[in-house]
């Protein structure tokens, strides 16, 4: 019997993750959740798992909570803030983690979660991107194991040969193929682009998904994020990642050899296959998912990225080849201006105006320590705030 930690278990991948987890009631135990302030939510999810904790990282929340699960008996210790989160991340029966905050309020119990020596199912790509080379060195210093969750990677991860991290060139491997839905406005003229209101942003075609993800998946900063990950889970030149637009979200992504062969890993658009693979790593076991129709999905198409409507893809290649604090300054931005967005402050096609604005007014320092790249993050948001002001 594993023991679970799933944090962000009320958000789209949480609730997946749950889901999973409940076809296997022999093979895993939910013992911590955690959240930021959906107190509904978690009652209901600790009604039904009745794990021995749960975290909120708003105060107030956490205080309503403890009382709902008190006045109803259930054994659930109710845990708040920032240390309440590490202590779900790195609980003594906790044997897997699952990462899906969104964010990079998302790292701080990642890491402490990888020091504890928990197998890390890692959806938060943000951590990764803010932090990956000191992250990368704190999963090999504590030797676990990270699984992606991200469709796309979790697909690489599927196609690669064990031990090919960091070591592709030796192992045949020519390139990464990083697949792209192109999100919904893939066909948009660039002027109507403009005008887009954030509830067209989050209705994705394939994928259903939290608002952040979803607008990052609308200005293709989503699949810069990924490019970003794949570089430190795989070690991976971002020369050597081509980013391969497909519509209809069927291969999640695909692994290119010397040789000529191309490995791709396909299925219907539904999250709950690469959580249950990661979960249940090396072996296989049933996630619920509809088997694949060949004939009704019938074709497949490609294209190239818009790098001119989309100019989010070609800010994050910027980032990642600058290095230092770049991408965590990338991301703040982005997180800012997503938000802005979201509160109809800002049009859709100010957002890469905002980044481009923050990345140009910081220089990339070295990304040395944690605090060197918190400290980024933190600036970065007050810019990207400033920023919103001048553009709304
Ligand atoms: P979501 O918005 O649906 O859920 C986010 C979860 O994080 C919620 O449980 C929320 O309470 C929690 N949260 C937010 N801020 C927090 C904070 N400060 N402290 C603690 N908890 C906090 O998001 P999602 O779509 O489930 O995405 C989660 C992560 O997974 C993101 O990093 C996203 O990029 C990644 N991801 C998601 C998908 C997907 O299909 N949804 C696919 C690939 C990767
Ligand atoms: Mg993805």
Redesign the pocket.
Known sequence: MKGVAV????????RSTLDVIERHPDRYRVVAL?????VEGMLAQCRRHRPDLAAM?DTQSAESLREAVAAEGLPTKVVAGEEG?ARAATHPEVDQVMA????A??LPPTLAAVRAGKRILL????SLVVSGALFMEEVKKAGVEVLP???EHNAIFQCLPAGARGALAEHGISRILLTASGGPFRTLAADALEKVTPEQACAHPN???????SV?SATLM?KG?EVIEAHWLFGAMPEQIQVVVHPQSVIHSMVQYVDGSVLAQLGNPD?RTPIAHALAWPERMESGVEPLDLFQVARLDFEPPDMARFPCLGLAFEAVNAGGTAPAVLNAANEVAVEAFLQERIGFTTIPRIIEQVLARQNPQAADSLETLLEADRHARVLAWEAVERNG
């Open positions: 944090l962000g278990s009320t958000g789209s991948i949480g955690a959240a930021n302030r959906d990282a989160l899906a905050i969104v964010g309020a998302g959806a938060n790509k943000e969750i991200d469709s994928w259903s998904m939290g608002r952040k993800i990052d989503n994020l999250m």
